[in-house]
């Protein structure tokens, strides 16, 4: 279906986003770094998409997390925000219970 192809594309092109501007700090496939792990059922569970949208978009005061979005100085459009949030939900089904993914805890071996 068209939509099944828009999602492959789109979380295609967020994975190559998210690879070249998320990855060094939230870890490789979101796995844990210096930032909050992504990739943990928690995080996934409880942020729905605009609130992802939203944190990358505008980044997140107090933190060093950026705005990556163009409105608040960043350099993704609004489409591109999109691919990276979809690739973030793709991780989503086998996404593990990472705890202290708040603090970039890693999954337990």
Avoid at 4 to 31: D, P
Avoid at 59 to 67: I, K
């Amino acid at each position: 279906t068209a939509l099944r192809a828009q999602t492959t594309s789109y979380t295609a092109i967020g994975h190559q986003l998210f690879n070249a501007n998320g990855s060094q700090c939230h870890g490789k496939e979101g796995a844990g770094g210096s930032a909050p792990t992504l990739n943990s059922r928690e995080f996934l569970k409880s942020s729905p998409d605009n609130q992802i949208g939203a944190l990358i978009s505008g980044g997140v005061s107090g933190t060093e997390m950026p705005a990556w979005g163009l409105d608040y100085g960043g350099t993704f459009t609004d489409e591109q925000v999109r691919h990276v949030v979809t690739y973030l939900r793709s991780l989503e089904a086998k996404a593990p219970s990472i705890p202290g993914w708040r603090q970039g805890d890693k999954a337990a071996p």
